[in-house]
């Protein structure tokens, strides 16, 4: 599957779910947080500029150059899950 195919399946199931993703990596200072669209996040997990967080680097490559390490799903405030990669938190929620 496509990371951009990925990520429009992430928001999908944010726009219907009312689920919140946030990806975490281990060689980017900053996150990638899915709730309803796709936003870069500071190390504090406020929403930033895109280029001021990734330099560089675009939405559809970002998980080939930034390595990622887990990602968390929330429903509101509550975290539901942690994961180790994208298709385990898809299907945790399938």
Partial sequence: MSM???FER???I???KGIRFVLHFTKCRGKVGIDREIKALDEEGRPAP????????TPQN????CILKKV???KGSQLLG???TIEEA???LT
Avoid: K
Wanted: glycine share 6%; charged share 20%; aromatic share 14%.
């Fill in 4 to 6: 951009l195919r990925v």
């Fill in 10 to 12: 992430l928001v999908e």
């Fill in 14 to 16: 944010s726009r219907s």
């Fill in 50 to 57: 895109w280029g001021r967080i990734f330099p560089g680097i």
């Fill in 62 to 65: 970002i998980l080939h150059q």
């Fill in 72 to 74: 968390e799903v929330y």
């Fill in 82 to 84: 942690e994961y180790n």
């Fill in 90 to 92: 898809l299907s945790a």
